[in-house]
T-cell receptor
Framework: SAVISQKPSRDICQRGTSLTIQCQVD?????MFWYRQQPGQSLTLIATANQGSEATYESGFVIDKFPISRPNLTFSTLTVSNMSPEDSSIYLC??????????FGAGSRLTVL | DAKTTQPPSMDCAEGRAANLPCNHS???????VYWYRQIHSQGPQYIIH???NNETNEMASLIITEDRKSSTLILPHATLRDTAVYYC????????????????FGQGTILTVHP
């Protein structure tokens, strides 16, 4: 299965700023997925990123808040814009190898003060 | 996707089998049962999945009842490193389909393996 690297692993940010999270996969993949895990909660899908097209966002998530780039088949970024303390979460990148067998990165833990 | 119900927590002694139950009474015919786990400070890890037959791999066994309304994940010889949150998820499995990548994670079962 694919190996996923995420950067940064953690960060502390000031409210009103933006942070870009990078996700690197060790093989070419068609689709990448971004999830959020709020403190003490389970995971929620933010969006699906397909190379060469606009990301598809789930209900409750919008492009202006979470812009996603997918410049090639091994890389994606998620930006958390105009951050507030409610954005404090772990953001996880994932991809699949068929069916719904997904591989996840270790996550990027974001704390907004 | 169908909803799943899992006990919030379970304990298991090291070396014993851990049997984690999951109810999915509204599962539809084309939905699979997936199990993932999340060890503290890591991303979720795929364990196993199945449609209606029992499945086994190097990590675990999955037993699905004949009516498919419930399942059990079995870790045959639990170790301390198996302490994690275990998620039972029901989803269609078609790669590239509209449900691809869209896993609905519930609260899962916190499994604690003790010495």
């Amino acid at each position: 299965s694919a190996v996923i690297s995420q950067k940064p692993s953690r960060d502390i940010c000031q409210r009103g700023t933006s942070l870009t999270i990078q996700c690197q996969v060790d093989s070419q993949v068609t689709m990448m997925f971004w999830y959020r895990q709020q403190p003490g909660q389970s995971l929620t899908l933010i969006a699906t990123a397909n190379q060469g097209s606009e990301a598809t966002y789930e209900s409750g998530f919008v492009i202006d808040k979470f812009p996603i780039s997918r410049p090639n088949l091994t890389f994606s970024t998620l930006t958390v814009s105009n951050m507030s303390p409610e954005d404090s979460s772990i953001y996880l990148c994932s991809t699949g190898s068929g069916a719904n067998v997904l591989t996840f990165g270790a996550g990027s833990r974001l704390t907004v003060l | 996707d169908a909803k799943t119900t899992q006990p919030p927590s379970m304990d298991c002694a090291e070396g014993r089998a851990a049997n984690l139950p999951c109810n999915h009474s509204t599962i539809s015919g084309n939905e699979y049962v997936y199990w993932y786990r999340q060890i503290h400070s890591q991303g979720p890890q795929y364990i196993i999945h199945g449609l209606k037959n029992n499945e086994t791999n190097e990590m675990a066994s999955l037993i699905i009842t004949e009516d498919r309304k419930s399942s059990t994940l079995i870790l045959p010889h639990a170790t301390l490193r198996d302490t994690a949150v275990y998620y039972c998820i029901v989803s269609r499995a078609s790669a590239g389909g509209t449900s691809y990548g869209k896993l609905t994670f519930g609260q899962g079962t916190i499994l604690t393996v003790h010495p």
